[in-house]
């Protein structure tokens, strides 16, 4: 596997694959190591957990730098990528034990109560755009529940994934509880039908959900997905426009646009509209973009430079189906994948930017006469990740809210992902849920226990 700077294409380092016999080998080193690490008590689980938190933020720098490198993040979003990893980690550390545990209910029973237990080694497949908190946001629950883990990272991200690996066995877990796979996607599938792997958690696209759910499927094994998004940003007739064409901005261009619930859909109403593309774009036009290392870059570059030509052609299709673009929309001159923060009005169903998920920065402005038709116009998605309303009636925005077909929504904010609330989609998007109190029970086992 080798790991290429997107930001100049330069090879960073090479690694040498996992074999079929190595993979069978270390899932077997896993699950002896389950068997073991699931009778320990949660307080030294919790110590542990702890203590990882603590190594992520000692070597904040080292992480942060190799994920910018990698995959071409900004030097000051990785940072802040390594502190929500931490941040996950004490907050399971601190709440797993309550929120695992017997959970008594009334019944014929003289006691009948609800027991969560682990399931064994779970199989997460994860993707590149954040390749350090995806991992720890499924990890750090699932680790404290009991389980253990082992981990197909993106191609591209060898060395995040290894470091990831490392954080844990710093942090003092045992050697063999989690475990990085350096395997390419052609091999997951062997993996999953090994009968030691318990359960499948994935993010990534909606055909690589199809594909290991449909595998998961066939050997009867859990699955949680997240997939795909292309979440709407509604701009209501009595939104606050500077302040939110601010926020827009930020949601469509976190990590260079290549995030599953950044905002790509912008539903204007059109008594706004003006004000709001002439805000937007001035913000847009002004990003810098560069470096991904140097303190005052905005935006990076595209992960790889076959995500630049998918979401290039993407554009193109739109404008020639009657989109106007209104800035960007071209890749920027010289060496790495870096495309340019693109704005463009007047979209409709049937263009690219529309019925699909565009994965960079690039803004897509539909106009709505009103506010039942963005509900509709938002609903119009095959996707179900994430969303926002705009306005400045806070109780007219829960309203809508409630309507809109999506896993969170979030009323005059960024949609984000946060320890304390659980995350998922509907649709397309995918399905079950990670972080708060629901995340940590999808892979334990609610055993129901009655007593006479």
């Given at each position: 596997m080798?790991?290429i700077?997107?930001?100049n ?36 689980r ?99 529940a ?79 997905l ?15 426009i ?10 469509r ?86 495309y ?64 809109i ?6 009323v ?41």
């Amino acid at each position: 596997m080798k790991s290429i700077n997107p930001a100049n294409g330069q090879i960073i380092a090479e690694y040498a694959e996992h074999s079929s016999d190595e993979v069978f080998q270390i899932i077997g080193e896993v699950n002896q190591t389950f068997l073991n690490w699931r009778e320990v008590p949660f307080q030294i689980r919790s110590e542990h957990m702890h203590r990882a938190a603590q190594v992520l933020r000692d070597k904040k720098e080292e992480y942060a730098r190799l994920m910018s490198m990698e995959m071409g993040k900004v030097i000051k979003e990785s940072r802040a990528e390594i502190e929500k990893c931490a941040w996950v980690c004490d907050f399971y550390a601190d709440h797993a034990r309550s929120f695992l545990e017997d959970e008594y209910i009334e019944s014929d029973a003289s006691r009948s109560f609800v027991s969560f237990e682990p399931l064994g080694t779970i199989l997460a497949v994860m993707p590149w755009n954040f390749p350090f908190w995806q991992v720890f946001r499924f990890a750090a629950p699932g680790l404290m529940a009991g389980n253990s883990a082992v981990l197909k990272h993106a191609s591209n991200v060898p060395g995040c994934a290894l470091a990831i690996e490392d954080v844990f066995r710093k942090a003092g877990f045992p050697d063999n509880l989690f475990r990085t796979l350096m395997i390419p996607a052609g091999q997951v599938e062997a993996v999953i039908r090994n009968p030691l792997i318990k359960a499948v958690t994935l993010t990534g696209s909606e055909p690589a959900g199809r594909n290991v759910a449909s595998v998961a499927g066939s050997e009867i094994k859990k699955t949680v997905l997240e997939l795909g998004g292309s979440d709407p940003f509604i701009v209501l007739d009595d939104a606050d426009i500077p302040a939110c064409v601010v926020t827009a901005s930020q949601a469509r261009m976190i990590n260079a646009g290549q995030s599953c619930i950044a905002a790509k859909r912008f539903i204007v109403v059109e008594s706004r509209l003006e004000e709001f593309e002439t805000q937007q774009t001035a913000i847009m036009q002004a990003m810098r973009v560069g470096d991904p290392l140097l303190e005052e870059t905005q935006a990076g570059p595209l992960a790889r430079m076959d995500l630049l030509e998918e979401l290039d052609a993407q554009v193109r299709q739109s404008v020639a189906l009657g989109a106007k673009l209104l800035t960007g929309g071209k890749r920027r001159e010289g060496k790495g994948s870096f495309y340019l923060p693109t704005v463009l009005s007047k979209v409709k169903k049937g263009m690219p930017v529309y019925d699909q998920e565009t994965f960079g920065p690039v803004s897509a402005i539909i106009p709505v006469k009103d506010e039942q038709e963005a509900i509709r116009v938002a609903n119009d998605s095959d996707f179900g990740l994430g969303g926002s309303v705009w306005t400045r009636d806070t109780e007219r925005g829960i309203r809508v809210a409630r309507q809109i077909e999506s896993g969170a929504v979030f009323v005059n904010g960024m949609t984000k992902s946060d320890p304390r609330l659980p995350f998922g989609g509907v649709k397309r998007s995918g399905y079950g849920r990670e972080l708060s109190s629901y995340g940590i029970k999808e892979f334990v086992n609610i055993k129901t226990i009655w007593v006479a």
